[in-house]
Nanobody
Framework: VQLVESGGGLVQPGGSLRLSCTAS????????MSWFRQAPGKERELVAV????????NYANSVKGRFFISRDNAKNTVYLQMNSLKPEDTAVYYC?????????WGQGTQVTVSS
């Protein structure tokens, strides 16, 4: 199982970024996918989830209305569109899937929101 995130970087407050996570080694369309983030000195927190069956989504209150998770099962890829970014969104962002009951994580991608 491998999860590879990309798309992070430095962006000004109010800007946008789109993160991607490409999966391999498991049947992607059978699993819910999630994005977590971890800011310096803080615990890792759930940002967004998308189910496998109907693509329904759920978001942390802190990002609701600004971030949008989606998936392309043909490309084995999950996305996180992040709009109206704030300095407090600065963190390492990880995608994850629970495959056969075992959580699998990518290496993370750094997002820094700063002027």
């Amino acid at each position: 199982v491998q999860l590879v995130e990309s798309g992070g970087g430095l962006v000004q407050p109010g800007g946008s970024l789109r993160l991607s996570c490409t999966a391999s080694g498991f049947t992607f369309n059978r699993y819910a996918m999630s994005w977590f983030r971890q800011a310096p000195g803080k615990e890792r927190e759930l940002v967004a989830v998308i189910t496998s069956v109907d693509g329904s989504t759920n978001y942390a209150n802190s990002v609701k209305g600004r971030f949008f998770i989606s998936r392309d099962n043909a490309k084995n890829t999950v996305y996180l569109q992040m709009n109206s970014l704030k300095p407090e969104d600065t963190a390492v962002y990880y995608c994850t899937a629970r495959v056969s009951g075992v959580p699998k994580w990518g290496q993370g991608t750094q997002v820094t929101v700063s002027s």
